[in-house]
């Protein structure tokens, strides 16, 4: 945590200073008090207006002061998130705004590679394969089907580029310590990384190659939700399930580090090997 007065209050009056800098000295005030995280997003700007007895276009020219002065940072129709300039500390690793984490035999629908790393100063969507290996598991995949093809309507409005645009679609399987998991359909704008079409996803690391692309992609937050249902007879059979187990749907829409649709997955796990949690803010 940073221990310097984000304002030269010695120097000057902070009465003296204009309101929306006020604001901001109380916010840096807060947020150093709170024992805020790299990656931390702050509540909503109708929420700070509200707590600090401002119009938003105070609030607003706030948080650009602060955003500025590098202590947070703006992510499309999600909202404002501390950076470790801010913090003080690393970059947080968490999957997605929610914070989707790991499962008692899994964890997110995304995975990290080694090499290379995230752009510094970031925070990154946690993945399969990086629970697997913070935990000591055995991961392992089977590729499905894998394709390029046009992108359908629905598709192209959630990844953001034209109907018909080259899609790179995947379904995989994916294991623990060889207990299956989780089902999953990856689809991605094949703009952004061409080598995907040509990659055997058998062995290699779907984000490890996004990394690779030119310029890299680092899948930086991504909008997740959950619901639970009853397997089809598909998914009965490739998930091994024999008796009443349910089935978790989780879909995932990851952002790149330019707040740019990246993938767009669904992953159906075995309802008794993975738990969902979250943190949840204003």
């Known amino acids: 945590m940073p221990t310097e007065s984000p304002l030269p209050r010695g120097l000057l009056d902070a009465d003296a200073l204009p309101l929306y800098a006020q604001v901001a000295a109380r916010l840096m005030d807060d947020i150093t008090a709170g024992g805020a995280r790299a990656g931390d997003r702050l509540p909503s700007e109708r929420v700070l207006a509200e707590r600090y007895a401002v119009s938003r276009v105070t609030m607003r020219s706030a948080l650009a002061d602060l955003a500025n002065r590098g202590v947070i940072e703006s992510s499309p129709a999600r909202g404002w998130f501390l950076t470790s300039t801010g913090t003080g500390t690393g970059a947080d690793t968490g999957a997605g705004t929610a914070a989707a984490a790991g499962a ?20 990154s969507v946690q993945g399969f394969a990086d ?12 590729v499905l ?65 996004l990394r690779t692309a030119t310029p890299g992609q680092f899948p930086r937050v991504a909008d997740y939700s959950v619901e639970a249902r009853q397997p089809t007879p598909e998914e009965r059979e490739l998930l091994e399930i ?5 089935v ?35």
């Open 104 to 123: 008692s035999a899994g964890g997110g629908t995304a995975e990290a590679g080694h090499t290379p790393a995230a752009p510094p100063g970031g925070r």
């Open 131 to 142: 629970h697997a290996l913070r935990h000591g598991l055995a991961a392992r995949t089977r």
């Open 145 to 209: 089907a894998s394709a390029v093809r046009p992108a359908r309507v629905q598709e192209a409005e959630e990844l953001r580029i034209a109907p018909g645009a080259p899609l790179f679609e995947m379904r995989r399987l994916r294991y623990l310590d060889d207990l299956v998991v989780v089902v999953e359909h990856n689809r991605l704008p094949l703009a952004l990384c061409p080598r995907l079409a040509d990659t055997d996803f058998g062995t290699a690391s779907l984000y490890a190659t």
């Open 242 to 246: 024999t008796d009443v187990t349910p």
């Open 248 to 282: 978790l749907v989780a879909t995932q829409l990851a952002y790149n580090q330019d707040a740019r649709p990246l993938e767009l997955t669904v992953a159906i796990y075995r309802g008794d090997r993975y738990r969902f949690r979250a943190s949840i803010t204003d």
